[in-house]
Nanobody, 117 residues
Framework: QVELVESGGGLVQPGGSLRLSCAAS????????MGWYRQGPGKERELVAS???????NYAASVKGRFTIYRDNAKNTVYLQMNSLKPEDTDVYYC???????????WGQGTQVTVSS
């Protein structure tokens, strides 16, 4: 079992920045990935960015060049630095931890990001 605690969401103006954090605790898998998904009302949850335990990163096309994901393995924490935020980035952001090569995982409680003037 892995527990995830997210922080860092909030309200920001277009063009602004936010950093999300997700701290993991529990029993870990040696080959794993951590990532961020987002979901808005009536929409499916979509992958924003992910990073594996060996450092391989993946980004959604809509956030490439604006968002950066990185992890601190010593702290079991993953971060999402979001720059040049747009109103369409407004969503609830969820952290996920999963063993690489599996279809299941563990989710955080979600944190609201609102981009509005």
């Amino acid at each position: 079992q892995v527990e995830l605690v997210e922080s860092g969401g909030g309200l920001v103006q277009p063009g602004g920045s936010l950093r999300l954090s997700c701290a993991a605790s529990g029993r870990f898998f040696s080959v794993n990935a951590m990532g961020w998904y987002r979901q808005g009302p009536g929409k499916e949850r979509e992958l924003v960015a992910s990073v594996t335990s060996d450092g391989t990163m993946n980004y959604a096309a809509s956030v490439k060049g604006r968002f950066t994901i990185y992890r601190d393995n010593a702290k079991n924490t993953v971060y999402l630095q979001m720059n040049s935020l747009k109103p369409e980035d407004t969503d609830v952001y969820y952290c996920k931890y999963w063993p690489v090569g599996t279809s299941y995982g563990f989710w955080g409680q979600g944190t609201q990001v609102t981009v509005s003037s």
